[in-house]
């Protein structure tokens, strides 16, 4: 793969905003000069997930993970830097130089997850080209789609595709092109028999799978054969790069407009979503056949907090979806069911409908969930007490595992309502099954629910001091937040006399450590260090906008935490060295020359503790002890003069 320029990859940085990219994955909401939304790394209720668009960078509470742009897609769609780099650069529409056609041996050098995205972008194209620009897929795939009232527009959008039917050809293919034959089974598309291969999805109509940043996780495949004994979908087996519960069909080309309208329309297969889109109704996703997942249902909220599931009319499963409705109360978002007439789905009905039409009926058919599960359960039993009494205390148990009072609250009132009864008998329910979830959650926890507590000191990030490090941190955070800054210090010329003269923050602290032979020992501490003085032998004061570029994202978290302060400075630790983080700006060569002195009074320390130790040694001869007595003297005096100008008292 071809190295991108450091002059392309500053205009990509340069042109880039982190607020519009993130904004793709997580709602972001104004507040005050930054935006807010839930994390997309971990499970919360609360938004933590702060981006700074002042700044360009991003952090997450929860997490404590942060960073720049690239950060944010390294760690979210995992990947790599010259990766993410390239897809913001397609974003903002900057030209990188072309990839070099990569060989077989450089794609076995590439790791695993990233040789399967590989494999199936190119199947992705394989497929694509089959349909568009072969007499089979035309004849066969191509007039499918037409035939279901796909307009070309819409099948070249959702990148679909055809396997030939020949067996292997898109085996004989992916192998010429030097992909490894173990890749491409664990991925699925290529099956083993007999020491012969063969392709997986051959005959079949086939739809991409897509992450939330659009790449190719996986496939759907649809026969076109009648034969009922031929599985109608075959889907992607699941691998490192797929995990179907995680999934959502459309929802990269959907999540604008779900941001857009704050709601979701979740049904239930591919075309119902491509039918749906083409429509004019573009904020649809799709389970893709599976059982509605609470990482699904996530997914979701990242977007909005409201769901509208749309079912066939002649759906034999809406009593088994009763499940997934519950899973999204227990997630505190708000769901809503519309059921199509009968022998309809969204696919059928949004093909024989305008969008005015298509809209006119969702919005006249909506109903709560209580609503549609009463109904959909009393046609079986209306007039049976004994049934209607556990369809009641069915959906209050639905709303007791809302985790808002308030909602359960309107719930309760609006069954009692519908049913005709006593507030209060369906309220000493709710409390008795709410008492029974929570002693569940209490006493027998699931083993995928059990989690290590996590201390306020394990949540900080890498910017935080350890301990024995926290002279150093101290330093480099000043580097950080104020290197290129000018200060008017105290120096000397190279007579020995005094002046007072300009030097830069960066300059002096590595002037102090460079002529008293002093290191930055913490290795992340080290490498910011290091690449500090890497700008200074080249006549350069590195910012901290300028670090956040580098391909260490370890540097790059490190500084982001700087930037955006997430730890909080002990008020006595500060006191010992008379900073003040408010005003350590007007106060900064206060501040650096407290944060020099510590260190070097740290330095001497453990100097005097190695001395000491020696001393204890007891076959040292008469004038190794002198002269270790003599260097400890030495030390003892510098430590009581650091002492002095760092306000302490020893005590002897």
Avoid at 310 to 318: E, H, Q, R
């Amino acid at each position: 793969m071809a190295k991108i320029p450091p002059h392309i990859i500053d205009e990509i940085m340069n042109t880039s905003r982190i607020e519009e990219v993130i904004g793709e994955f997580v709602n972001l909401k104004r507040a005050g000069s930054n935006l807010k939304g839930l994390s997309p790394f971990t499970d919360e209720k609360t938004p933590s997930f702060v981006v700074s668009p002042s700044k360009q960078i991003f952090k997450c509470f929860s997490t404590g993970k942060g960073g720049s742009v690239v950060s944010f897609l390294m760690e979210k769609e995992h990947f790599s830097y010259p990766e993410a780099l390239r897809w913001l650069a397609d974003k903002y529409g900057i030209q990188v130089p072309e990839e070099e056609q990569a060989t077989a041996e450089e794609l076995a050098a590439i790791s695993e997850r990233e040789s399967l995205h590989i494999i199936n972008d190119f199947a992705r194209d394989h497929f694509k080209n089959n349909l568009l620009n072969s007499p089979e897929g035309e004849a066969v795939g191509l007039a499918y789609f037409e035939e279901r009232g796909f307009r070309r527009d819409i099948i070249e959008k959702f990148q679909l595709g055809y396997c030939l039917n020949s067996g292997d050809d898109f085996t004989k293919a992916a192998i010429g092109k030097g992909y490894k034959l173990d890749y491409l089974e664990k991925v699925g598309l290529v099956k083993s028999k007999d020491e012969r291969q063969f392709d997986f999805f051959r005959g079949r109509v086939m739809f991409p799978i897509h992450s939330v940043s659009g790449r190719v996780l996986g496939f759907g495949g649809r026969t076109l054969l009648s034969d009922k004994k031929i599985a109608k979908y075959f889907n992607s087996p699941e691998s490192i790069i797929y995990n179907k519960s995680e999934i959502l069909y459309g929802l990269y080309f959907s999540k604008g407009d779900i941001i857009k309208y704050d709601n979701c329309f979740l049904c239930e297969g591919y075309t119902d979503v491509i039918s749906m889109f083409q429509a004019g109704i573009q904020n649809v996703v799709s389970s893709s056949g599976t059982s509605l997942t609470k990482d699904q249902i996530k997914l979701i909220r990242r977007y909005t907090h409201n769901i509208t599931i749309l079912f066939d009319g002649d759906a034999a499963g809406i009593k088994a979806s009763f499940r997934g409705i519950d899973l999204i109360l227990e997630e505190g978002m708000n769901v809503k069911v519309v059921l199509f007439p009968e022998g309809e789905d969204p696919d059928s009905f949004s093909k024989k409908s305008s969008k005015d039409e298509l809209d006119e009926y969702i919005k006249g058919h909506t109903q709560d969930f209580i609503s549609f599960k009463a109904d959909i359960l009393l046609k079986d039993g209306n007039d049976d007490p004994i049934k209607k009494a556990e369809l009641i205390r069915d959906i209050v148990h639905s709303v007791s595992l809302i985790p808002d009072q308030i909602t359960r609250t309107v719930y309760i009132q609006q069954i009692a309502a519908r049913f005709g009864m006593n507030e209060n008998i369906l309220s000493t329910e709710l409390i008795k099954l709410r008492k029974g979830q929570l002693i569940k959650t209490n006493q027998e926890p699931a083993i995928e629910e059990i989690q290590v507590p996590v201390t306020a000191e394990q949540a900080t990030s890498s910017s935080t001091p350890p301990k024995n490090h926290h002279h150093e941190w101290l330093l480099i955070r000043l580097m950080v937040k104020y290197g290129a800054r000018i200060v008017e210090i105290e120096q000397f010329d190279e007579e020995g006399k005094k002046f007072h003269g300009e030097t830069s923050v960066m300059e002096w602290i590595h002037h102090e450590l460079s002529k008293d032979e002093l290191y930055i020992q913490h290795p992340i501490y080290a490498k910011v260090y290091s690449k500090f003085v890497e700008g200074l032998n080249e006549n350069a004061l590195y910012t901290s906008a300028y670090l956040q570029r580098t391909d260490d994202q370890e540097i790059v978290q490190f500084i982001s935490d700087i930037e955006t302060e997430t730890h909080e400075l002990s008020s006595k630790w500060l006191s010992n060295y008379r900073i003040e983080t408010r005003t350590e700006s007007d106060r900064l060569v206060e501040a650096v020359s407290h944060a020099l002195y510590a260190f070097k009074a740290a330095t001497i320390e453990e100097r005097i503790d190695e001395l000491r130790t020696k001393l204890a040694q007891e076959d040292l001869s008469d004038d190794a002890l002198m002269e270790i007595l003599a260097e400890q003297m030495v030390y003892e005096k510098l430590k009581i003069m650091f002492a002095e100008k760092l306000g302490r008292t020893i005590l002897r």
